[in-house]
């Protein structure tokens, strides 16, 4: 095999997300003579984003200030805020919490948002390269991060190279930004590689699934945001709801479950599609249709989880820092301000090392703090958290505690501990099952590609998991890719990688940790539309 080609950068971006694409374009603004491209495994920039999103604009303020001349293509006003507590039949409206508060907010499609940054990232000489997946971290002699490694394409399931083989090349930077989302591959390996999580809590996470309607005129009121607790989830699950009213008879629905959640039998996607059927739900969705539909974990941890984001040669930005608010449900704004935050520490420094001292001293670190002890309040269920949370926003984080954080996997119950109640219903509403929502996902991949989802173990997956857990992978995933087979050579684990719509939950929430999700071909994995 020839010697990989070696493109040269003064800065290497991994994801153009929010927090990857405000790293490009405030570099940039600040030092147009330095060299910046931004590497994005999806088909086209935007495609695989999916978030709420109601965001607070004041990161747009600073990167782009006349922004609002000319918005992104999804960009409703926020309005009305409700939180409600729903029991199976009926809701409580119940005082929204001061993190909830959306006045001057707007809600956008986070997809199209980044998919409008990119020709501005463009106009001022970020080379943004959609489709090339960065399959691995360089490093140089002393074992410094020197950028990253291209995946190979037209390889076929075996590994050979097939007529349409093209060789990845390796991209070398004075700093590598990684700004991967939540669960990224390379930081995964980062962290392991430089032990960035020595001194912080294990991350924690969540799954977010979401679907764009389409509803009859009159339904939707424009601005409207609504959040809910409750049913159809026990109290001892830690999730709930969001409804989001756009504009064009749209409505954003989506639902988050805590994969810390025990019961091994629980379905996150189920209790999705269960909610969905509520009254107030099944009304208002009652002859519509489902315009686009994906999946995608979040970090939960904050503060206490909150990994070294430095290291020789790189750092980490985003949700690939964990940056997220849980209490006030967004990470948007977290994202853009890291990006702009490590933009203007590699103008003045180009080299990664300090920044974690400046991301730690800054307003970003300084909001997950105030509210550390929100999302671990509810370890112990619905009811304790909600106090738990009205302490914590009271005192605005100052009590003297910190509460842990504890790794999901690890949560799980055993199947003799039993399962909770969950007094579900039937149901009618699309999609009908997980295969009908991968279909609005339109996520596609070559069949004749090495499968990207590893179970590097798989003995363990009918010596042990089957009977402790019962092979929680085929439920937590919301795509249906793990599936148990039982044929002539015997019973194993169908990886149906062709489904999978990057969302990183198997890679989380396996109880043994043997599954490794590392990137397919790039251009391939969902195509997400205004989600």
């Not at 990989?4 to 694409?21: F, K, N, S, T």
């Not at 001293?361 to 009205?390: C, H, Q, Y």
């Not at 069949?447 to 085929?474: A, M, S, W």
């Amino acid at each position: 095999m020839s010697e990989r080609e070696i493109m040269e950068y003064d800065v290497v971006i991994v994801g153009a997300g929010p927090a990857g694409l405000s790293c490009a374009i405030r570099l940039k603004q600040l030092k147009a003579e330095l060299n910046v491209c931004v590497i994005e495994k999806a088909s086209e920039i935007g495609a695989h984003i999916l978030s709420g999103a109601v965001i607070e604009p004041g990161p747009l303020d600073t990167l782009l200030p006349g922004w609002r001349d000319q918005p992104p293509p999804i960009c409703v006003e926020a309005g009305d805020d409700e939180f409600l507590w729903l029991s199976k039949t009926g809701k409580r409206k119940l005082p929204t919490p001061p993190q909830q508060n959306n006045h001057g907010n707007v809600i956008v499609s986070l997809g199209a948002m980044c998919a409008w940054m990119a020709p501005q990232a463009e106009a001022l000489g970020v080379d943004l390269f959609p489709g090339f997946a960065a399959a691995d971290l360089s490093y140089n002699e002393a074992g410094a991060v020197q950028g990253v490694i291209i995946g190979d394409m037209g390889v076929d399931r075996q590994g050979n190279p097939k007529d349409s083989y093209v060789q990845g090349i390796e991209i070398r930077a004075a700093v590598t930004v990684l700004g991967e989302g939540c669960r990224g591959h390379l930081t995964k390996r980062a962290i392991k590689q430089f032990d960035l999580a020595a001194n912080c809590d294990p991350q924690t996470y969540g799954i977010g699934m979401k679907e764009l309607w389409q509803l009859p005129e009159g339904r939707v009121q424009p601005g409207k945001i609504q959040h809910s607790v409750g049913w159809p989830l026990p109290n001892q699950i830690y999730g709930g709801s969001f409804v989001y009213h756009l504009d064009k008879n749209r409505l954003a629905v989506g639902f988050v479950c805590a994969l810390d959640y025990k019961d091994p039998n629980f379905t996150p996607f189920e209790a999705f599609q269960q909610f969905k059927h509520h009254p107030m739900m099944r009304e208002l969705l009652d002859g519509g249709e489902i315009l686009s539909a994906g999946a995608r974990a979040i970090s939960e941890g904050g503060y206490q989880s909150l990994p070294t984001v430095e290291m020789p040669g790189a750092l980490l930005i985003g949700d690939s820092a964990g940056l997220l608010n849980v209490p006030k449900i967004k990470g948007t704004h977290q994202a853009m301000k890291s990006g702009i935050l490590a933009g203007e520490h590699l103008a003045e420094t180009l080299t990664s090392e300090g920044f974690d001292a400046r991301l730690r001293g800054s307003d970003i670190v300084a909001e997950l703090k105030k509210v550390r002890n929100i999302r671990p309040g509810f370890n112990k269920g619905l009811w304790r958290g909600m106090t738990t949370a009205a302490i914590e926003t009271a005192t605005a984080g100052k009590l003297p505690r910190t509460l842990r954080n504890h790794a999901d996997h690890e949560q799980y119950r055993r199947l003799e501990e039993g399962s909770f109640d969950y007094d579900w219903v039937d149901r009618e509403l699309p999609p009908r099952d997980r295969l009908a929502s991968v279909y609005f996902a339109t996520t596609a991949h070559d069949e004749d590609q090495p499968i990207h989802l590893k179970i590097v173990e798989p003995d363990i997956c009918f010596t042990r998991c089957e009977e402790e857990y019962g092979n929680p992978c085929t439920r937590f995933c919301p795509a249906n890719v793990y599936e148990v087979v039982e044929d002539e050579a015997g019973k194993r684990i169908q990886i149906n990688a062709a489904n999978c719509v990057h969302c990183k939950t198997c890679d989380i929430a396996d109880p043994y940790q043997v599954i490794n999700w590392v990137t397919p071909e790039g251009g391939s994995g969902p195509n997400y539309s205004n989600l």
